[in-house]
C-alpha cells in the first residue's frame, strides 16, 4: 500500500517561516519525482517546485528564492523549507510523487499567512 503521509504546515505571520514534510511508504521513493502542489480557495492547483530523482529542481517564479524543496532517500521523505513567507501563499499544500504513470499524493495540509 503506497501512502504519502504529510506534516509542518499551520498558521505564521507575514515573512515567517514553515517546514513541511512528507513521508512516503510502498514506493522505490528514490526513483521517483517528488514534488509539492497548492490550491488556494477558488484557485486552481498549482505546482511549488519539483525535484527529479537525479536531482534536477524546477521552482515557479512565485516561490523562487523563497521555498527549497529538498528529499532525504534514507528515510522516503521529501521536505518544503517555506522562508519569508507571504499571505498569497496561504493554500493547501500537498507532496506528490510520480514515476512514469504512477502517481501519489498526500493528504494536504493547511498553511496560512496572515498577521
Known amino acids: 500500500q503506497v501512502q504519502l503521509v504529510q506534516s509542518g504546515g499551520g498558521r505564521v505571520v507575514p515573512g515567517g517561516s514553515l517546514t513541511l514534510s512528507c513521508v512516503t511508504s510502498g514506493i522505490e521513493f528514490s526513483q521517483y519525482t517528488v514534488g509539492w502542489y497548492r490550491q488556494a480557495p477558488g484557485k486552481e492547483r498549482e505546482l511549488v517546485c519539483l525535484?527529479?530523482?537525479?536531482?534536477?529542481?524546477n521552482y515557479p517564479d512565485s516561490v523562487k528564492g523563497r521555498f527549497t524543496i529538498s528529499r532525504d532517500n534514507n528515510k522516503n521523505t521529501v521536505y518544503l523549507q517555506m522562508n519569508r513567507l507571504k499571505p498569497e501563499d496561504t493554500a493547501v499544500y500537498y507532496c506528490d510523487a510520480v514515476r512514469g504513470s504512477r502517481v501519489y499524493w498526500g493528504q494536504g495540509t493547511q498553511v496560512a499567512v496572515s498577521s
Open positions: 525535484l527529479t530523482d537525479n536531482g534536477i529542481f
